[in-house]
T-cell receptor, first 111, second 112 residues
Framework: RKEVEQDPGPFNVPEGATVAFNCTYSNSASQSFFWYRQDCRKEPKLLMSVYSSGNEDGRFTAQLNRASQYISLLIRDSKLSDSATYLC????????????FGTGTRLTIIP | EAQVTQNPRYLITVTGKKLTVTCSQNMNHEYMSWYRQDPGLGLRQIYYSMNVEVTDKGDVPEGYKVSRKEKRNFPLILESPSPNQTSLYFCATHPLGTDTQYFGPGTRLTVL
C-alpha cells in the first residue's frame, strides 16, 4: 500500500461547481498534512495546511479524519484558474522532517 | 525576495557524461532536499540535508550524489547519467521545525 494515495483523476468540472478530493495515508502516526498545488509541470506551491479541526481559506476547505486516515480538499465556486494538479502531502518521518507526496489529482475547470 | 534557484532549467545530455544541477537559496534555511518527479510516481526524495556537511539518502538515491559545503547551496551530481534518470528535478528548502517547503522552479533533464 502506498504511503499516500490519491485519485489521479482527471476531474473535469464546470466553472462554478463544487469539487472535492480525498487522499488517504497509511501511517497512523503522521502529524502534519498539507495540500500543494502544481501548475503544468511548474514547482509545487503550498495551498494550505490541514488541521485537526479543519480549516478554510476563502473558497477552499481542508479537513482531516484521523480515524479513517484521510484528508480532503473542497473547492467551492470553482474558477478557471483553479485548473491544476493538487498534491496531498503528509509528514511521515519526524526524525528527518521528510514529506511524502501523493501522485496528485488533476483538475480541469471547464468554461 | 525569498528565492530558490536552480540551474540549468533544461538540460539534454548523453549517457555517462557527468553533470551537476545547482540549487541555491537566500532564506538561510537549514533543510534542503532534492526530488525527482515522474508521471504516475509523484515526487520522490533523492537526498536531503539538515545542515552544512550533513547529508542523507532519501527514497531514490542510487546514481546521485550531493554535497552541502555552504548553507545556501546544495548541488545534485550525476556522475554517470543514464536514461532512467530522465526526469523533472526539484530542489526544496525549509527551516528546521517547520514543514512548509519552498521549491525551486525545476530542472528538466533528458539523458539520451
Amino acid at each position: 500500500r502506498k504511503e499516500v494515495e490519491q485519485d489521479p483523476g482527471p476531474f473535469n468540472v464546470p466553472e462554478g461547481a463544487t469539487v472535492a478530493f480525498n487522499c488517504t495515508y497509511s501511517n497512523s502516526a503522521s502529524q502534519s498534512f498539507f495540500w500543494y498545488r502544481q501548475d503544468c509541470r511548474k514547482e509545487p506551491k503550498l495551498l494550505m495546511s490541514v488541521y485537526s479541526s479543519g480549516n478554510e481559506d476563502g473558497r477552499f476547505t481542508a479537513q482531516l479524519n484521523r480515524a479513517s486516515q484521510y484528508i480532503s480538499l473542497l473547492i467551492r465556486d470553482s474558477k478557471l484558474s483553479d485548473s491544476a494538479t493538487y498534491l496531498c502531502v503528509v509528514n511521515t518521518n519526524f526524525g528527518n522532517e521528510k514529506l511524502t507526496f501523493g501522485t496528485g489529482t488533476r483538475l480541469t475547470i471547464i468554461p | 525576495e525569498a528565492q530558490v534557484t536552480q540551474n540549468p532549467r533544461y538540460l539534454i545530455t548523453v549517457t555517462g557524461k557527468k553533470l551537476t544541477v545547482t540549487c541555491s537559496q537566500n532564506m538561510n534555511h537549514e533543510y534542503m532536499s532534492w526530488y525527482r518527479q515522474d508521471p504516475g510516481l509523484g515526487l520522490r526524495q533523492i537526498y536531503y540535508s539538515m545542515n552544512v556537511e550533513v547529508t542523507d539518502k532519501g527514497d531514490v538515491p542510487e546514481g546521485y550524489k550531493v554535497s552541502r559545503k555552504e548553507k545556501r547551496n546544495f548541488p545534485l551530481i550525476l556522475e554517470s547519467p543514464s536514461p532512467n534518470q530522465t526526469s523533472l528535478y526539484f530542489c526544496a528548502t525549509h527551516p528546521l521545525g517547520t514543514d512548509t517547503q519552498y521549491f525551486g522552479p525545476g530542472t528538466r533533464l533528458t539523458v539520451l
